[in-house]
């Protein structure tokens, strides 16, 4: 019990801490920062054209 609750848990959660948290963070950061630039260029020539 003591190893194989002590074993997996200490690995699993480690790897699925650090795994998760920096990679949706990282492609959450670049998708956000390519899909910025496009939306704001159409919104502001859309308010100027009008």
Do not use: C, I, W
């Not at 194989?4 to 990679?23: I, K, Q, R």
């Not at 959450?28 to 054209?49: A, D, E």
């Amino acid at each position: 019990m003591s190893s194989s609750s002590g074993a997996p848990p200490d690995s699993a959660g480690e790897e699925f801490l650090s795994p998760p948290p920096a990679l949706p963070r990282s492609e959450n950061h670049g998708f956000n920062l390519r899909y910025q630039p496009p939306r704001v260029s159409v919104r502001l020539s859309k308010g100027t054209g009008r």
